[in-house]
Every structure is written in C-alpha cells, then in structure tokens.
C-alpha cells in the first residue's frame, strides 16, 4: 500500500546504531538500554550525531528515529554465531543511572575489553528484544516488563543480552533501505 508509512534506514543511522553503548537498565528483572549520558560513545550526543551526519542543526530529530531504527536492525540484521570481541565504553561512564553487567560490585571495576561468545539463541533473542523509547532518559531501551514480547518469560541467557545486543550492533551485517511495519515486524518494503 502506497500510504502505508515507511522508515528508511540510512547509511548514517547504522553508522550511529554501530556507536551505540549498551548498559544495563536495572529495573525489575533488567533489560538492555542504551546509555543515556553516552548514547553514541561520548557525553556529547550532539557532537556524535554531527560528526556521523554532518548536520548540525537535526540532531534531536535524528537521535528519535534512533528508536525505530534499532528496532528496524534488530529485527533485520544478520549476524553469525562466534566470538566477539569489543571495546567496552561503559569502563569510562557513570553508573548512577545504569549499570553494567560486568561490573563487579564490590569494586566497581568492569573490563576495558569484553570477549563474548554468541550463540544461535543470543542472536534469536536480540532479534525478538522489544524495543521502546524510554522518555524519562531520551533514549532507545528495551521493556524491561516485557523484554521478548507479550508472555514471554525472560530465559536463562537474559542477562547476556547487554554484551549479546553490543555485539550485534558493532557486528551485524544490514545494508541501508526502506521498512515499513507489519504485523509487529519491520519488514523490507520491495
């Protein structure tokens, strides 16, 4: 349908959903979220949106379609099981409002470098994670109340899912083009 709303995923926005810092949203059981004082790697979201996109005034519009552009790659991209590597930004950002779930409590100390091995399951349920703007921290997060879905109990691996959903983004492979949502998906529009 030619009046069906479409999104495009753009060079630029997977280039931004490839800087994005996973962190741990605490609440209940715990969900991924992206961190909301680094979201691009930086305290200076703006900064980090120009830099990508070279525009200076369109930042805020940019960083909101941030949201359905995860759930557009999340739900689209490919990515093979293995082991991964990454550099984990979260070392050098605050904590008080996320947290870390490699953090060691009694220290505070987190890796600088994660190695992680990603599994068929880890990519299925990255791949279902339900994506929502989180309003209070202006940025993409994961529902904490229902992670996979509407009655779907969080598996074993849940609290995988920061370094499993890091992964996937700085890894999974998505070109740019055009989505639109059906039946709850985002699917290609041919």
Known sequence: MADDPTFELTLERIALLRRMVVAWNGTGSGAPIV???AP??????DGDIFNVTGDDDGADEEHRALG??????LQNAVLKPGRYQYHN?????????????FRDEATGETPEHVTFDVSPEHIALVQRLAVLWDTARDVPAIDVAQPYGAA???????????????IF??????GPGFFKAA???????D
Do not use: I
Request: net charge negative; charged share 20%; no cysteine.
């Open 35 to 37: 961190h909301p004082d």
């Open 40 to 45: 691009y790697g930086s305290t200076d979201r």
């Open 68 to 73: 359905e552009a995860l759930a557009v790659f």
């Open 89 to 101: 930004t979260l070392a050098k950002l605050s904590t008080s409002d996320v947290g870390d779930v």
């Open 152 to 166: 779907v109990e969080a598996p074993a691996l849940h609290h995988e899912m920061q370094p499993a959903l890091q």
């Open 169 to 174: 983004l700085r890894y999974a492979d998505l």
């Open 183 to 189: 039946g709850g998906r985002w699917v290609t529009v």
